[in-house]
Every structure is written in structure tokens, then in C-alpha cells.
């Protein structure tokens, strides 16, 4: 008798996950989260996917929820680069922008291309933190959980 009853419990929680999209069931268990994504990679295909988890985990907790900075350092100015010529990189950047993503731009990473942040797609004077790494840890100190994808 036990095991019909935990059958039935079992297909009325599998109709019920299925009849409601996973982000009403999930959305309200999480409290509202800081986040620094690291992003120090020079691979577009990698920067694409973090830019997406980022997008979703957005989504997962609704903007009004989430503080979102991510850290560019490294040969990942070069994607910041490429998008002041090319549109696909800016619709992207400025999608996750109009969510509040704020790109912290590491200074010394600039200095080591030898660009300006004036060469960076629509990143201003104030985007620029002297290192980048100190920043992590500095928002870590604040309360930012660490994610690098």
C-alpha cells in the first residue's frame, strides 16, 4: 500500500514540475544574490556561453534580485575590442547591460594591449579598476559570490 501511494505521490509531483515552468517553482526559493563572474579567457565561443549564464541566472532570480559585475581582464579586453566593429558583440553586451550587468574593466590589462578604455566598445573611465584580481576580491570582501565559468 505504502508503494502505490509514493507511485502516485511520484506521477502527481512529475505533472506538477511539468505543468509549471521550472522558473515559477524556483524563482521565490532563492534569496537575492551578488555576483562577480571572472572573465580573463580569449575564447569568443567561452565568453558567449558565460555571457548566457549570466543572461540566465538573470532570469532564474529577476534583475531586481541580482547584482551582477563582471571582472574583464586578460585577453578578454579583446573581445571588448572586437566589439566596437561588430554588432553581434555590441547587441550582446548591451542586452546584459540593460540588466545591469556592470563590466569592470582591469586597467592593467589595458596597459598590457596598449588600448585605452576609449577603444573599448561603450565602456566609460569609471568601468576601469586599477587590477582587475583585487577587484575580485574586494567584491568578495563585499559580499560577491566568485563565479567563474
Do not use: W
Not at 580573463?40 to 565568453?47: E, L, Q, W
Amino acid at each position: 500500500m505504502k508503494s502505490i501511494f509514493l507511485s502516485i505521490k511520484a506521477i502527481l509531483l512529475t505533472f506538477f514540475v511539468a505543468a509549471v515552468p521550472t522558473s515559477q517553482l524556483l524563482a521565490s526559493d532563492y534569496p537575492d544574490q551578488k555576483v562577480v563572474y571572472h572573465i580573463n579567457y580569449d575564447d569568443p565561443k567561452r565568453i558567449s556561453a558565460t555571457f548566457t549564464n549570466i543572461a540566465n541566472h538573470i532570469n532564474a532570480l529577476g534583475e531586481d534580485h541580482i547584482s551582477v559585475k563582471a571582472i574583464i581582464h586578460g585577453p578578454a579586453i579583446k573581445y571588448f575590442i572586437e566589439a566596437s566593429d561588430d554588432e553581434t558583440k555590441q547587441t550582446t553586451i548591451d542586452s546584459l547591460r540593460l540588466n545591469d550587468v556592470h563590466f569592470v574593466i582591469c586597467g592593467n590589462s589595458l596597459d598590457g594591449f596598449q588600448v585605452s578604455y576609449e577603444e573599448l566598445y561603450e565602456v566609460e573611465a569609471e568601468d576601469v579598476v586599477q587590477a582587475g584580481l583585487p577587484e575580485i576580491v574586494y567584491l568578495q570582501q563585499q559580499g560577491y559570490f566568485y563565479v567563474r565559468p
